[in-house]
């Protein structure tokens, strides 16, 4: 299996602040068809996951520009800038290139 | 638009047979490239990918669960359906089907405690 390994497990930021994520895989993501299948989701308290960006730098339709994904092969990165109150929570990054799909273990993002 | 909702038991006892139901809107698993998957998720833990079914009937499994998984579909209610056999107070958590892939749309998911 692929293992995502996510840093750090958690993160304090102020309202307006930026932050990065990283999320690496024990494998290349990039698939056969030459598409690299890493999205990152976040889950807020209380909620199901939601897809923020997909194929590595793909916004999921109504997603800020306030997030960003960018990496390559094993190395990705999501950046949050300007951060609001309605972006606390868990995110996660995952990957869909090789079955089976696995997550990373989550990066809380809290307040400072 | 796009929607999903599980349902299943609640509750059930160790050994027993969990059945999940997702129901969905908005989509059909009869057009070329849809699908529907299942996660889940410990109370207070990570995401566990389950499996996936696609409109041509290709399933994919979770080898760690894979002997115990069964995925099917019915395509003209828009429901696909989950069983896990032989359940263990482990398969206690939230029950996710959500669209893939990526898993661009979630469910609200079904907490299924498993106790004696």
């Known amino acids: 299996d692929v293992v995502m390994t996510q840093t750090p497990v958690s993160l304090s930021v102020s309202l307006g602040g930026q932050v990065s994520i990283s999320c690496r895989s024990s494998?290349?993501?990039?698939?056969?068809?030459?598409?690299?299948?890493l999205s990152w989701y976040l889950q807020k308290p209380g909620q199901s996951p939601q897809l923020l960006i997909y194929?590595?730098?793909n916004r999921f339709s109504g997603i800020s520009d306030r997030f960003s994904g960018s990496g390559s092969g094993t190395d990705f990165t999501l950046k949050i800038s300007r951060v609001e109150p309605d972006d606390l929570g868990v995110y996660y990054c995952?990957?869909?290139?090789?079955?089976?799909?696995?997550f990373g273990a989550g990066t809380k993002l809290e307040l400072k | 638009q796009v929607t999903l909702k599980e349902s299943g038991p609640g509750i059930l006892q160790p050994s027993q047979t969990l059945s999940l139901t997702c129901t969905f809107s908005?989509?059909?698993?009869?057009?070329?490239?849809?699908?529907v998957g299942w996660i889940r998720q410990p109370s207070g833990k990570g995401l566990e990918w389950l499996a996936n079914?696609?409109?041509?009937?290709?399933?994919y499994y979770n080898p760690s669960l894979k002997n115990r998984l069964t995925i099917s579909k019915d395509t003209s209610n828009n429901q696909a359906f989950l069983k896990i056999t032989n359940v263990d107070t482990a398969d206690t958590a939230t029950y996710y089907c959500?669209?893939?892939?990526?898993?661009?749309?979630w469910g609200q998911g079904v907490m299924v405690t498993v106790s004696s």
């Open positions: 959500a669209r893939p892939t990526p898993f661009d749309y």
């Open positions: 908005g989509f059909s698993l009869s057009t070329y490239g849809m699908g």
């Open positions: 079914i696609w409109w041509d009937d290709d399933k």
């Open positions: 494998q290349s993501l990039v698939h056969n068809n030459g598409n690299t299948y």
């Open positions: 194929k590595v730098s």
């Open positions: 995952g990957q869909g290139t090789q079955y089976p799909d696995t």
